[in-house]
Protein backbone atom coordinates (compact mmCIF):
# COMPACT_ATOMS: atom_id res chain seq x y z
CA UNK A 1 0.00 0.00 0.00
CA UNK A 2 1.15 3.50 -0.63
CA UNK A 3 0.33 7.48 0.92
CA UNK A 4 1.37 10.38 -1.03
CA UNK A 5 4.60 8.50 -2.55
CA UNK A 6 5.64 7.22 1.31
CA UNK A 7 6.26 3.28 1.74
CA UNK A 8 3.86 1.97 4.06
CA UNK A 9 3.65 -2.13 5.35
CA UNK A 10 6.86 -2.25 3.28
CA UNK A 11 5.77 -2.10 -0.36
CA UNK A 12 7.41 0.80 -2.35
CA UNK A 13 4.88 2.75 -4.12
CA UNK A 14 4.96 3.41 -8.08
CA UNK A 15 6.05 6.40 -9.58
CA UNK A 16 3.45 8.47 -10.98
CA UNK A 17 4.04 9.46 -14.68
CA UNK A 18 4.09 12.90 -13.19
CA UNK A 19 7.60 11.95 -11.95
CA UNK A 20 8.87 10.15 -14.66
CA UNK A 21 12.11 12.16 -16.40
CA UNK A 22 11.00 12.27 -20.24
CA UNK A 23 13.78 10.22 -22.24
CA UNK A 24 14.02 13.14 -24.62
CA UNK A 25 14.37 15.75 -22.17
CA UNK A 26 18.16 16.77 -21.69
CA UNK A 27 20.10 18.12 -18.86
CA UNK A 28 23.69 18.94 -18.08
CA UNK A 29 25.18 15.55 -16.54
CA UNK A 30 23.47 13.38 -18.67
CA UNK A 31 25.17 11.62 -21.15
CA UNK A 32 22.97 12.04 -24.28
CA UNK A 33 23.70 15.72 -23.57
CA UNK A 34 27.25 15.80 -23.58
CA UNK A 35 26.86 13.86 -26.67
CA UNK A 36 24.24 16.47 -28.46
CA UNK A 37 27.30 18.84 -27.68
CA UNK A 38 29.65 17.26 -30.41
CA UNK A 39 26.52 18.15 -33.37
CA UNK A 40 25.93 21.11 -32.08
CA UNK A 41 29.36 22.52 -31.85
CA UNK A 42 30.37 21.25 -35.27
CA UNK A 43 27.68 22.95 -36.75
CA UNK A 44 28.36 26.16 -34.98
CA UNK A 45 32.25 25.46 -36.24
CA UNK A 46 30.85 24.94 -39.57
CA UNK A 47 28.73 28.15 -39.97
CA UNK A 48 31.72 30.40 -38.45
CA UNK A 49 33.72 29.01 -41.16
CA UNK A 50 31.05 29.22 -44.27
CA UNK A 51 30.46 32.93 -42.77
CA UNK A 52 29.63 34.31 -45.77
CA UNK A 53 27.70 31.89 -47.06
CA UNK A 54 24.78 32.78 -44.99
CA UNK A 55 25.00 36.21 -45.65
CA UNK A 56 23.34 38.09 -48.42
CA UNK A 57 25.52 38.36 -51.32
CA UNK A 58 26.97 39.83 -54.69
CA UNK A 59 29.45 37.65 -55.84
CA UNK A 60 28.55 35.35 -56.13
CA UNK A 61 25.37 36.27 -55.87
CA UNK A 62 22.43 34.87 -54.12
CA UNK A 63 20.68 31.99 -56.21
CA UNK A 64 16.97 32.01 -55.05
CA UNK A 65 14.97 28.79 -55.16
CA UNK A 66 11.62 31.11 -53.90
CA UNK A 67 11.08 34.44 -55.80
CA UNK A 68 9.95 36.67 -52.89
CA UNK A 69 10.25 39.77 -54.67
CA UNK A 70 14.18 39.66 -54.47
CA UNK A 71 13.97 40.19 -50.44
CA UNK A 72 17.53 38.97 -48.92
CA UNK A 73 18.66 38.39 -45.59
CA UNK A 74 21.34 37.27 -43.88
CA UNK A 75 21.36 34.13 -41.80
CA UNK A 76 24.50 33.83 -39.97
CA UNK A 77 23.03 34.89 -36.58
CA UNK A 78 19.78 33.95 -36.63
CA UNK A 79 21.29 30.11 -37.70
CA UNK A 80 23.48 30.70 -34.76
CA UNK A 81 20.95 31.01 -32.36
CA UNK A 82 18.82 27.75 -33.72
CA UNK A 83 22.04 25.79 -33.02
CA UNK A 84 22.43 27.19 -29.40
CA UNK A 85 18.72 26.62 -29.07
CA UNK A 86 18.83 22.91 -29.04
CA UNK A 87 20.88 22.58 -26.17
CA UNK A 88 18.18 24.64 -23.96
CA UNK A 89 15.12 23.27 -25.48
CA UNK A 90 16.13 20.43 -27.93
CA UNK A 91 12.83 19.25 -28.92
CA UNK A 92 11.32 22.22 -30.28
CA UNK A 93 15.37 23.77 -30.70
CA UNK A 94 15.68 21.09 -33.69
CA UNK A 95 12.67 21.35 -35.60
CA UNK A 96 13.50 25.32 -35.38
CA UNK A 97 17.00 25.12 -36.66
CA UNK A 98 15.77 23.06 -39.43
CA UNK A 99 12.89 25.73 -40.41
CA UNK A 100 15.75 27.98 -40.24
CA UNK A 101 17.81 26.33 -42.54
CA UNK A 102 15.11 25.44 -45.06
CA UNK A 103 14.33 29.04 -45.22
CA UNK A 104 17.89 30.05 -46.10
CA UNK A 105 17.92 27.63 -49.03
CA UNK A 106 14.70 28.84 -50.04
CA UNK A 107 16.54 32.38 -50.54
CA UNK A 108 19.90 30.70 -51.80
CA UNK A 109 20.69 27.35 -53.33
CA UNK A 110 24.37 27.81 -52.72
CA UNK A 111 23.40 27.09 -49.17
CA UNK A 112 22.04 23.33 -50.02
CA UNK A 113 25.35 21.88 -48.29
CA UNK A 114 25.52 18.36 -47.49
CA UNK A 115 27.27 18.96 -43.71
CA UNK A 116 24.94 21.55 -42.03
CA UNK A 117 22.02 18.81 -43.11
CA UNK A 118 23.68 16.12 -42.27
CA UNK A 119 24.71 17.72 -38.74
CA UNK A 120 21.02 18.65 -37.93
CA UNK A 121 19.88 14.90 -38.40
CA UNK A 122 23.09 13.63 -36.29
CA UNK A 123 21.48 16.43 -33.07
CA UNK A 124 17.90 14.60 -33.79
CA UNK A 125 19.24 11.27 -33.80
CA UNK A 126 20.58 12.00 -30.24
CA UNK A 127 17.14 13.84 -29.18
CA UNK A 128 14.92 11.39 -30.56
CA UNK A 129 14.92 7.80 -30.25
CA UNK A 130 12.97 6.79 -33.36
CA UNK A 131 15.01 9.50 -35.28
CA UNK A 132 18.43 7.47 -33.60
CA UNK A 133 16.55 3.94 -35.01
CA UNK A 134 16.49 5.81 -39.08
CA UNK A 135 19.76 7.38 -38.98
CA UNK A 136 21.18 4.07 -39.17
CA UNK A 137 20.00 2.92 -42.45
CA UNK A 138 20.24 6.57 -43.36
CA UNK A 139 24.14 6.22 -42.69
CA UNK A 140 24.09 2.63 -44.77
CA UNK A 141 22.33 4.19 -47.76
CA UNK A 142 24.72 7.02 -47.55
CA UNK A 143 27.51 5.40 -47.37
CA UNK A 144 26.81 2.93 -49.72
CA UNK A 145 25.78 4.96 -52.23
CA UNK A 146 28.99 7.51 -51.17
CA UNK A 147 31.16 4.56 -52.70
CA UNK A 148 28.70 3.54 -55.46
CA UNK A 149 28.61 6.90 -56.95
CA UNK A 150 33.03 6.65 -57.19
CA UNK A 151 32.88 3.41 -58.11
CA UNK A 152 30.48 3.86 -61.48
CA UNK A 153 32.00 7.28 -62.18
CA UNK A 154 35.11 7.29 -64.63
CA UNK A 155 35.75 10.56 -63.07
CA UNK A 156 36.78 9.41 -59.94
CA UNK A 157 38.96 5.90 -61.31
CA UNK A 158 40.68 8.92 -63.15
CA UNK A 159 41.76 12.33 -62.54
CA UNK A 160 39.74 12.64 -59.48
CA UNK A 161 41.62 10.36 -57.64
CA UNK A 162 44.87 11.24 -59.07
CA UNK A 163 44.75 15.05 -57.90
CA UNK A 164 43.67 13.69 -54.63
CA UNK A 165 46.74 11.74 -54.17
CA UNK A 166 48.99 14.26 -55.81
CA UNK A 167 47.68 16.94 -53.43
CA UNK A 168 48.23 14.85 -50.32
CA UNK A 169 51.84 14.22 -48.78
CA UNK A 170 51.12 10.49 -48.47
CA UNK A 171 54.53 9.85 -49.75
CA UNK A 172 53.05 7.33 -52.70
CA UNK A 173 53.72 8.40 -56.34
CA UNK A 174 50.16 8.84 -57.80
CA UNK A 175 50.88 7.45 -61.19
CA UNK A 176 51.31 4.13 -59.83
CA UNK A 177 48.63 4.01 -56.92
CA UNK A 178 45.67 6.35 -57.73
CA UNK A 179 43.69 3.58 -58.72
CA UNK A 180 44.15 1.22 -56.17
CA UNK A 181 43.26 4.49 -53.72
CA UNK A 182 40.13 4.93 -55.81
CA UNK A 183 38.98 1.13 -55.17
CA UNK A 184 40.26 1.32 -51.51
CA UNK A 185 38.20 4.39 -50.93
CA UNK A 186 35.06 2.95 -53.04
CA UNK A 187 34.63 -0.25 -52.04
CA UNK A 188 35.62 0.55 -47.93
CA UNK A 189 32.69 2.91 -48.44
CA UNK A 190 30.45 0.19 -49.99
CA UNK A 191 31.68 -1.96 -47.23
CA UNK A 192 30.71 -0.05 -44.48
CA UNK A 193 27.57 0.66 -45.68
CA UNK A 194 26.60 -3.13 -45.81
CA UNK A 195 28.03 -3.60 -42.34
CA UNK A 196 25.61 -1.09 -40.96
CA UNK A 197 22.73 -3.45 -42.27
CA UNK A 198 23.91 -6.21 -40.89
CA UNK A 199 26.67 -6.28 -38.55
CA UNK A 200 25.98 -2.47 -36.66
CA UNK A 201 28.65 -3.00 -34.26
CA UNK A 202 31.59 -3.80 -36.75
CA UNK A 203 30.46 -0.69 -38.43
CA UNK A 204 30.21 1.45 -35.67
CA UNK A 205 34.05 1.18 -35.83
CA UNK A 206 34.23 1.48 -39.12
CA UNK A 207 32.05 4.75 -39.43
CA UNK A 208 34.25 6.11 -36.71
CA UNK A 209 38.14 4.87 -38.06
CA UNK A 210 36.45 6.41 -42.13
CA UNK A 211 35.14 9.84 -40.54
CA UNK A 212 38.56 10.30 -38.65
CA UNK A 213 40.30 9.47 -41.63
CA UNK A 214 38.70 11.52 -43.85
CA UNK A 215 39.14 14.54 -41.18
CA UNK A 216 42.78 13.82 -41.06
CA UNK A 217 42.89 13.60 -45.04
CA UNK A 218 41.62 17.09 -45.39
CA UNK A 219 43.80 18.49 -42.48
CA UNK A 220 46.56 20.33 -43.27
CA UNK A 221 48.35 17.83 -42.56
CA UNK A 222 47.66 16.32 -45.63
CA UNK A 223 45.75 18.12 -48.88
CA UNK A 224 44.27 21.08 -46.74
CA UNK A 225 41.18 21.33 -48.48
CA UNK A 226 37.26 21.36 -47.79
CA UNK A 227 37.59 22.90 -44.01
CA UNK A 228 34.16 23.14 -43.69
CA UNK A 229 33.12 19.38 -44.16
CA UNK A 230 36.09 18.65 -41.23
CA UNK A 231 33.46 19.26 -38.54
CA UNK A 232 30.59 17.05 -39.88
CA UNK A 233 33.37 13.59 -40.50
CA UNK A 234 34.36 14.34 -36.68
CA UNK A 235 30.76 14.68 -35.29
CA UNK A 236 29.65 11.91 -37.79
CA UNK A 237 32.79 9.70 -36.42
CA UNK A 238 31.26 10.08 -33.10
CA UNK A 239 27.33 10.15 -32.95
CA UNK A 240 27.73 7.79 -35.84
CA UNK A 241 29.47 5.17 -33.65
CA UNK A 242 26.88 5.75 -30.87
CA UNK A 243 23.99 5.32 -33.49
CA UNK A 244 25.25 1.93 -34.51
CA UNK A 245 26.28 0.65 -31.21
CA UNK A 246 22.72 1.53 -29.91
CA UNK A 247 21.51 -0.51 -33.34
CA UNK A 248 23.68 -3.17 -32.18
CA UNK A 249 21.51 -3.90 -28.97
CA UNK A 250 18.13 -3.39 -30.64
CA UNK A 251 16.44 -6.77 -30.58
CA UNK A 252 14.79 -6.22 -34.10
CA UNK A 253 14.16 -4.56 -37.21
CA UNK A 254 10.76 -3.01 -37.40
CA UNK A 255 8.83 -2.68 -40.53
CA UNK A 256 9.46 1.24 -40.62
CA UNK A 257 13.05 1.02 -40.40
CA UNK A 258 12.71 -0.88 -43.75
CA UNK A 259 10.92 0.84 -45.18
CA UNK A 260 12.94 3.84 -44.87
CA UNK A 261 15.91 2.26 -46.03
CA UNK A 262 14.39 1.07 -48.98
CA UNK A 263 13.60 4.77 -49.72
CA UNK A 264 16.53 6.10 -49.06
CA UNK A 265 18.18 3.47 -51.31
CA UNK A 266 15.70 4.85 -54.07
CA UNK A 267 16.59 8.12 -53.86
CA UNK A 268 19.88 8.52 -55.26
CA UNK A 269 18.80 6.31 -58.42
CA UNK A 270 17.65 10.00 -59.67
CA UNK A 271 20.60 11.24 -59.96
CA UNK A 272 21.42 9.81 -62.82
CA UNK A 273 18.19 10.82 -64.78
CA UNK A 274 18.47 14.70 -63.32
CA UNK A 275 15.48 14.20 -60.81
CA UNK A 276 17.67 14.17 -57.16
CA UNK A 277 19.79 17.03 -56.19
CA UNK A 278 23.56 15.81 -55.74
CA UNK A 279 23.25 16.87 -51.98
CA UNK A 280 20.41 14.05 -51.47
CA UNK A 281 21.84 11.71 -53.62
CA UNK A 282 25.51 11.50 -51.53
CA UNK A 283 27.61 12.42 -54.57
CA UNK A 284 30.91 13.25 -52.73
CA UNK A 285 34.27 13.61 -54.55
CA UNK A 286 33.29 11.10 -57.06
CA UNK A 287 33.29 14.52 -59.77
CA UNK A 288 30.26 12.84 -61.84
CA UNK A 289 28.59 16.35 -61.99
CA UNK A 290 27.46 18.96 -64.30
CA UNK A 291 30.40 21.71 -65.25
CA UNK A 292 29.68 25.34 -66.84
CA UNK A 293 31.50 27.63 -68.57
CA UNK A 294 30.03 30.88 -69.77
CA UNK A 295 31.61 32.78 -73.19
CA UNK A 296 31.77 36.03 -71.94
CA UNK A 297 32.39 39.12 -74.90
CA UNK A 298 35.93 39.39 -74.09
CA UNK A 299 38.35 36.97 -72.31
CA UNK A 300 38.79 36.14 -69.92
CA UNK A 301 36.14 33.52 -69.89
CA UNK A 302 34.27 31.30 -66.98
CA UNK A 303 34.79 28.25 -65.23
CA UNK A 304 31.83 28.22 -62.88
CA UNK A 305 33.38 27.31 -59.72
CA UNK A 306 31.63 29.64 -57.00
CA UNK A 307 33.84 29.00 -53.51
CA UNK A 308 34.79 32.93 -54.00
CA UNK A 309 34.96 32.84 -50.12
CA UNK A 310 31.90 30.95 -49.04
CA UNK A 311 34.17 27.60 -48.09
CA UNK A 312 31.94 25.49 -50.23
CA UNK A 313 32.07 24.80 -53.83
CA UNK A 314 29.43 25.87 -56.86
CA UNK A 315 26.23 23.41 -56.69
CA UNK A 316 26.45 22.34 -59.57
CA UNK A 317 23.02 21.39 -60.68
CA UNK A 318 22.01 21.76 -64.15
CA UNK A 319 19.12 24.44 -62.70
CA UNK A 320 21.29 26.18 -61.00
CA UNK A 321 24.09 26.98 -63.08
CA UNK A 322 21.75 28.19 -65.61
CA UNK A 323 20.55 30.14 -63.03
CA UNK A 324 23.68 31.97 -62.05
CA UNK A 325 24.38 32.47 -65.69
CA UNK A 326 21.34 34.38 -66.26
CA UNK A 327 21.80 36.17 -62.99
CA UNK A 328 25.65 37.19 -63.78
CA UNK A 329 25.98 37.04 -67.15
CA UNK A 330 25.24 40.13 -70.43
CA UNK A 331 23.09 39.27 -73.29
CA UNK A 332 24.94 37.42 -75.94
CA UNK A 333 27.03 35.44 -73.92
CA UNK A 334 26.80 31.69 -73.67
CA UNK A 335 26.67 28.91 -71.35
CA UNK A 336 28.01 25.09 -71.93
CA UNK A 337 26.92 23.02 -69.57
CA UNK A 338 29.21 19.69 -69.61
CA UNK A 339 27.29 16.11 -68.32
CA UNK A 340 28.92 13.42 -68.21
CA UNK A 341 25.99 11.40 -66.49
CA UNK A 342 25.03 8.78 -70.08
CA UNK A 343 21.98 9.31 -70.01
CA UNK A 344 21.69 13.34 -69.98
CA UNK A 345 23.04 15.71 -72.58
CA UNK A 346 25.05 18.31 -72.68
CA UNK A 347 23.56 21.77 -72.82
CA UNK A 348 24.01 25.13 -74.72
CA UNK A 349 22.12 28.64 -73.48
CA UNK A 350 22.79 32.25 -74.76
CA UNK A 351 21.55 34.92 -72.47
CA UNK A 352 19.60 37.63 -73.90
CA UNK A 353 17.65 41.03 -73.17
CA UNK A 354 14.74 38.56 -71.70
CA UNK A 355 16.19 35.87 -70.87
CA UNK A 356 17.75 32.68 -71.53
CA UNK A 357 17.44 30.78 -74.83
CA UNK A 358 18.81 26.93 -75.36
CA UNK A 359 21.00 26.66 -78.52
CA UNK A 360 22.11 23.65 -80.45
CA UNK A 361 25.81 22.80 -80.17
CA UNK A 362 26.04 24.10 -84.41
CA UNK A 363 24.22 27.52 -83.51
CA UNK A 364 26.44 28.01 -79.82
CA UNK A 365 29.93 27.40 -81.79
CA UNK A 366 28.65 29.87 -84.75
CA UNK A 367 29.40 34.11 -83.91
CA UNK A 368 27.27 36.89 -84.48
CA UNK A 369 27.67 40.45 -84.40
CA UNK A 370 25.77 40.47 -80.85
CA UNK A 371 27.21 37.13 -80.02
CA UNK A 372 30.46 35.44 -79.34
CA UNK A 373 31.16 31.87 -80.81
CA UNK A 374 30.98 29.81 -78.05
CA UNK A 375 33.47 27.79 -76.65
CA UNK A 376 32.72 24.36 -75.19
CA UNK A 377 34.13 22.58 -72.06
CA UNK A 378 37.42 20.50 -72.59
CA UNK A 379 36.68 16.79 -71.22
CA UNK A 380 39.21 16.28 -68.29
CA UNK A 381 39.19 12.40 -68.60
CA UNK A 382 40.80 13.83 -71.94
CA UNK A 383 43.13 15.97 -70.29
CA UNK A 384 43.90 13.32 -67.75
CA UNK A 385 44.43 10.72 -70.29
CA UNK A 386 46.83 12.60 -72.19
CA UNK A 387 48.71 14.42 -69.71
CA UNK A 388 49.51 10.82 -68.76
CA UNK A 389 51.09 9.77 -71.82
CA UNK A 390 52.97 12.98 -71.93
CA UNK A 391 51.24 14.93 -74.01
CA UNK A 392 51.51 18.34 -73.71
CA UNK A 393 48.54 20.99 -73.88
CA UNK A 394 48.48 24.32 -74.11
CA UNK A 395 46.17 26.75 -72.58
CA UNK A 396 46.37 30.95 -72.47
CA UNK A 397 45.22 30.93 -68.98
CA UNK A 398 44.13 28.46 -66.18
CA UNK A 399 40.51 28.77 -66.95
CA UNK A 400 40.94 28.67 -70.72
CA UNK A 401 40.73 25.45 -72.81
CA UNK A 402 43.02 24.16 -74.76
CA UNK A 403 44.30 25.31 -78.03
CA UNK A 404 47.42 23.55 -78.69
CA UNK A 405 49.10 20.06 -78.31
CA UNK A 406 52.32 18.96 -78.71
CA UNK A 407 52.45 14.96 -78.93
CA UNK A 408 55.89 13.13 -77.90
CA UNK A 409 58.44 11.90 -80.96
CA UNK A 410 58.86 8.85 -78.69
CA UNK A 411 56.10 7.19 -77.75
CA UNK A 412 53.29 8.70 -79.95
CA UNK A 413 50.12 6.01 -80.09
CA UNK A 414 47.57 6.65 -82.93
CA UNK A 415 44.76 5.53 -79.90
CA UNK A 416 45.93 9.28 -78.37
CA UNK A 417 44.57 10.89 -80.93
CA UNK A 418 41.13 9.41 -80.04
CA UNK A 419 41.14 11.48 -76.89
CA UNK A 420 41.53 14.29 -78.78
CA UNK A 421 37.33 14.42 -79.35
CA UNK A 422 36.87 15.76 -75.85
CA UNK A 423 39.03 18.49 -76.43
CA UNK A 424 36.79 20.84 -78.98
CA UNK A 425 38.54 23.90 -78.96
CA UNK A 426 42.09 22.75 -80.29
CA UNK A 427 43.48 24.88 -83.04
CA UNK A 428 47.12 23.41 -83.48
CA UNK A 429 48.34 19.81 -83.26
CA UNK A 430 51.93 19.20 -83.76
CA UNK A 431 52.63 15.96 -84.51
CA UNK A 432 55.97 16.33 -86.26
CA UNK A 433 58.47 12.89 -86.08
CA UNK A 434 55.49 10.67 -84.85
CA UNK A 435 54.87 7.18 -86.31
CA UNK A 436 51.46 9.16 -87.16
CA UNK A 437 49.83 7.95 -90.59
CA UNK A 438 47.66 8.95 -93.23
CA UNK A 439 44.80 7.48 -92.47
CA UNK A 440 45.27 8.56 -88.91
CA UNK A 441 44.49 12.00 -89.72
CA UNK A 442 41.01 11.43 -90.39
CA UNK A 443 40.64 11.70 -86.88
CA UNK A 444 41.08 15.52 -87.19
CA UNK A 445 38.62 16.67 -89.50
CA UNK A 446 36.52 16.87 -86.76
CA UNK A 447 37.90 19.73 -85.22
CA UNK A 448 36.31 22.79 -87.15
CA UNK A 449 39.00 25.25 -85.29
CA UNK A 450 42.03 23.53 -86.28
CA UNK A 451 44.46 25.83 -88.00
CA UNK A 452 47.90 23.99 -87.98
CA UNK A 453 49.43 20.84 -88.09
CA UNK A 454 53.13 20.19 -87.72
CA UNK A 455 53.82 17.29 -90.32
CA UNK A 456 57.63 17.80 -90.16
CA UNK A 457 59.52 14.05 -90.83
CA UNK A 458 56.56 11.86 -90.84
CA UNK A 459 54.68 9.19 -93.41
CA UNK A 460 52.05 11.33 -94.41
CA UNK A 461 51.09 11.95 -97.72
CA UNK A 462 48.87 13.89 -99.79
CA UNK A 463 46.30 11.15 -98.94
CA UNK A 464 46.68 12.29 -95.39
CA UNK A 465 46.70 15.66 -95.58
CA UNK A 466 43.29 15.04 -98.14
CA UNK A 467 40.96 14.09 -95.17
CA UNK A 468 41.59 17.77 -93.64
CA UNK A 469 39.85 18.93 -97.02
CA UNK A 470 36.50 19.94 -95.39
CA UNK A 471 38.78 22.14 -92.12
CA UNK A 472 38.06 26.35 -93.39
CA UNK A 473 40.51 27.55 -90.77
CA UNK A 474 43.48 25.47 -92.05
CA UNK A 475 46.36 27.82 -92.52
CA UNK A 476 49.21 25.98 -92.31
CA UNK A 477 50.89 22.57 -92.39
CA UNK A 478 54.41 22.08 -91.84
CA UNK A 479 55.79 19.22 -93.97
CA UNK A 480 59.04 19.19 -94.17
CA UNK A 481 61.04 15.91 -95.01
CA UNK A 482 57.62 14.59 -95.93
CA UNK A 483 56.36 12.77 -99.16
CA UNK A 484 53.69 15.78 -99.24
CA UNK A 485 53.65 18.12 -101.99
CA UNK A 486 53.68 21.96 -102.01
CA UNK A 487 50.51 21.78 -104.16
CA UNK A 488 48.48 19.82 -102.50
CA UNK A 489 49.37 22.14 -99.05
CA UNK A 490 48.35 25.32 -100.88
CA UNK A 491 44.84 23.73 -101.86
CA UNK A 492 44.06 22.73 -98.46
CA UNK A 493 45.66 26.66 -97.00
CA UNK A 494 44.15 28.91 -99.24
CA UNK A 495 41.36 30.91 -97.60
CA UNK A 496 37.86 30.28 -99.04
CA UNK A 497 37.40 32.95 -100.75
CA UNK A 498 40.64 32.52 -102.89
CA UNK A 499 39.56 29.06 -104.29
Avoid at 23 to 43: E, I, K, N, T
Wanted: net charge negative.
Amino acid sequence: MSNDGKTIDGVVPAKRNGDRPSPDLLSWGQPRFYLLLVPVVAQLVTIWITWSLWQVRVSPPNLPLLELGGFQMSFTWTLMAATGMVLWFPRVGIWFQLVVLLLAVGLDQFRFVPQVFFLWLLMAAVVFEPVARLTRWYLASFWIWTGLHKLLSADWLGYRSFDLLTASNVGLEPGDFYLVFAWAIGLSEVLLGLLACFRPRWAACGCAALHLGIALFLSPLFIDSNSSVVPWNLATAIVGYWVLSQAARAPSVSRAELAAFILFMLIPCGFYFGWANRTVAHVLYSENIPHGYITHHQEPNELVRGWQGTAVPFPNERNVLRQYFSLTAKPGEKLHIRDPRPWLLDQFWLRTKTGLVELGEQDFLEASPQSPAGILLDDPRSLFELSQAGVKMRKKNADSMVFAVVFPPGNFDSSLLDQLVGLKNVEQVQLSGTSVTDEDLRKLAAFPKLTGVGLDHTAVTDTGIGYLAGLKNLRLIQYEGTAITEEAVDRLTEPAEDQ
